[in-house]
């Protein structure tokens, strides 16, 4: 071979190989979503966003990283939902009561007594009406829900004194996140619902803005709560059903692998997560009694059930409530 075609055979490899560099450097485009949360970095959930984290990572080979932001630290979640309908890269994990600002029909998710057990929670996915909604949270306002497998346990009323009735409750102003079901949830069960973000809580108990609050158990501990209130009545009236979303135009932009990705490890994280605060309610619940909270346990649920509806039949959501419930029960 001469020494021009030994030379052209060279310069021919060398740009091959840079032209597989770039081929290979385009084929590992990475995707980055910052996902928020307003839980504390010790609430059972934080550490399952960690485990959703690290399974996207692994399977995507560090194509799809999730950033975990706990604390609100991104920002407080109505912000962050408006930021997501914008197509930016955020996540929040946020419930029905917020997402019905804008289909108003999910709003039951949120509603007093709608699903009483984890598996009924799950089972929503397969609801045909749960699934439209869905999908009009996404066509109409860039809000893709990833998954909704994460269960918060059941919110309890915590005060400063005995709840058994829902007449317990009159004149007492409850804090709540500030969307319609909810606050009309907690105006239907007897009390005065105040909007106020969960980090305010402690200092508006201080300062006597609100007479307490309802949350799940492991909220309390982890936030310090029980140094400002000294009762836990067990109304159960919310199974809270957490909903994981990120932006419809981020999510449709991703490759289809890591979509999948995405999607069947939230489910799975969430499904594993909501065991895990299960047990942890158990937990919470004793320290709590340890430390010195009096747990009302002879609460009237079927007056508090009843009461509830009112909840519902004030939004105009009986109907839409009513249809999926039953088909989350099936044929009869």
Known sequence: MTIVKRHIRTLSLALAAGLAGLGGAAAQETHTLRFNHVLGPNEPFHKGFEQWAERVAERTNGGLTIEVFHSAQLGVEEDIIEQIRQGANFGQN?????????VPGIAVVNGPYFVESNEQAFALADSPTMQQWQQELADQHGLKVVCFDWVQGFRNFFTNKEVRTPADLA???????????????????GAEPTAMNFGDVYPGLQQQAIDGAELVYPNITAANLNEVLSHANETKH??????QVVSSQWFDGLPAEYQTALVEECRTAGQETSKAVADATETARQTLRDAGMTIVEDVD???????????????GLTEAKNKVQAEMAGPQ
């Open 94 to 102: 946020t419930d029905a009561a917020r997402l019905g600002n804008y």
């Open 171 to 189: 004149g007492l102003r409850i804090r709540t996140p500030p969307a319609p079901i909810w606050q009309e949830s907690i105006r239907a069960l």
């Open 238 to 243: 919310i199974m809270l059903v957490n909903f």
């Open 301 to 315: 649920l079927e007056a508090f059930r009843a009461a509830g509806e009112k909840a519902y039949e004030a939004l």
